[in-house]
């Protein structure tokens, strides 16, 4: 299963990684801006994407746009700080598989991302 | 600003601090307002805010605290650069997790990282400082909400 974690911060990239450690991933690749995650996922097309939203640049809901574009069926958990859930609902109408807010909780982290395996 | 507004800040410290280590109590000493010379510490996250309100959101701390975060967090091994994107993460974290009360208007900046005493940001002239000081394991940092 091939991962691809989006946060312009290395230390919730790293912190995501960690914490989803688990054999069922076998690749993992991480990018710090939604252009570069949009160049990833076009390329490797990865089961699963955590996207951040506030990020230099592209943000994250356009590159979730331009992710759900290339593949209409991609798996994508938002990792946001943005807690309002106006926020949350436009991420799910235009294509998030689901929504979590920061500060990471890794056991709700991992719940959701087995969900997303799962489903 | 009112003191409503300001709970929703310390709401935010608490939730984020205690996300870290449930065991490690975060104390949050009652906020202050300080217009003139802003207590800046070692390491300071900056957000800019738009929309419905104007200003700033700062997270400031020393590098001990945020060292301590790093190593909670199982970074290895931690180095300036670390320390830079864990203050603008933090202070990202508490300023997006505010638009649960202020709505999805409360528009929040990328973070900006600044060192030393000295922060190269133009704060607005016309915003009160409050000041919310945090201690967590023994170290102080402080929350800065300066908005319109």
């Known amino acids: 299963m091939k991962l691809l974690i989006v946060d312009d911060s290395s230390v919730v990239r790293r912190a995501i990684e960690r914490d989803l450690e688990s054999g069922e991933i076998t690749e993992v690749d991480q990018a710090a801006t939604g252009e570069d995650a949009v160049r990833l996922y076009g390329a490797k097309l990865h089961d699963v994407v955590t996207l951040d939203i506030t990020m230099p640049g592209m943000d994250g809901l356009t590159c979730l746009d331009k992710i759900i574009e290339i593949n209409p069926e991609a798996r994508v958990l938002i990792i946001s700080a943005l807690r309002d859930k106006a926020t949350a609902i436009d991420a799910i109408k235009r294509g998030a598989s689901g929504f979590l807010c920061k500060p990471i909780n890794p056991p709700e982290l991992r719940e959701a991302f087995q969900l997303l395996i799962e489903d | ?148």
């Open chain 2, 1 to 148: 600003m009112n003191d409503r507004d300001i709970q929703v800040f310390i709401a935010c410290v608490q939730r984020y601090f205690e996300s870290l280590k449930r065991d490690v109590t975060v104390v949050i000493e009652p906020p202050f307002i300080k217009d003139e010379e802003k207590p800046f510490l070692e390491y300071t996250g900056i957000i800019g805010i738009s929309g419905k309100a104007h200003g700033a959101v700062c997270f400031t701390a020393n590098g001990v605290m945020l060292e301590s975060i790093l190593s909670f967090l199982k970074e290895a091994p931690i180095d300036r650069n670390l320390i830079c994107d864990l203050v603008g993460e933090i202070a990202n974290t508490l300023s997006g997790n505010a638009r649960e009360e202020f709505g999805r208007d409360f528009l929040i900046s990328v973070p900006i990282v600044s060192t030393g005493k000295n922060v190269g940001f133009k704060f607005p002239p016309d915003c009160r400082n409050y000041v919310i000081p945090i201690i967590w394991q023994g170290e102080k940092a402080y929350l800065l909400v300066c908005l319109s």
